[in-house]
């Protein structure tokens, strides 16, 4: 596979760097934005670099709108502390200091060692608990209903979803 082709691409009045990269398994032109403000062209099996240009030229005023929801989203903190926000059932929840060395978390009351600590790991441990018990109640209703057997439900973390014994490229 080529090289990655980078341009420039002028989006309002920022100049945007353009990688144009060939994917023999694209079916149609993609353009995204990366969080890196990137933006990445994906050529078809018989496309152009020249109808790749065109294409995003055309969508331009996208990239620019996508550039204003990149800007309007929070930003991802490497440590979560007391008084950052996060997303929780779809709507922002800020981590408060709770009495008696807890968290408080939206609604959720989580016990930690140190409040001062990254309380990443806690609450993520305390969300796959809530996850793992509503999430079983949920799909065994769901199952009732579409008269459908579940044998069991897991709650993992997708960064590790990769399967041993599977060559990846």
């Known amino acids: 596979m080529p090289e990655p082709k980078t341009e420039a691409l002028q989006a ?3 100049s945007v760097p353009l990688v144009m990269v060939q994917n023999p398994r694209a079916r149609r032109y993609l353009l995204r934005l990366r969080s890196d403000g990137v ?3 994906t050529i078809p099996r018989r496309g152009t670099i020249s109808v790749a240009r065109d ?22 903190t490497a440590e979560w502390k007391v008084g950052i926000e996060i997303y929780f059932r779809g709507e922002l929840a800020r981590i408060e200091m709770g009495a008696n ?3 408080l978390f939206g609604t959720e009351l989580i016990m930690v060692s ?3 600590a990254d309380l990443k790991p806690a609450i ?3 969300l796959r608990k809530l996850a793992s018990q509503e999430l079983s109640h949920r799909v ?3 199952a009732a209903l579409h008269d459908v057997n579940v044998s069991r439900v897991s709650v993992r973390n997708q960064k590790s979803r990769c399967c041993k014994g599977i060559a990846h490229k």
């Open 12 to 14: 309002g009045s920022r």
């Open 39 to 41: 933006a990445r062209v």
């Open 55 to 76: 294409f995003a030229s055309r969508n331009v005023r996208w990239l620019e709108r996508q550039f204003q929801l990149l800007a309007d989203q929070p930003k991802n």
């Open 101 to 103: 060395g807890s968290i």
């Open 114 to 116: 140190d409040a001062s």
């Open 124 to 126: 993520q441990k305390h």
């Open 140 to 142: 065994t209703e769901l």
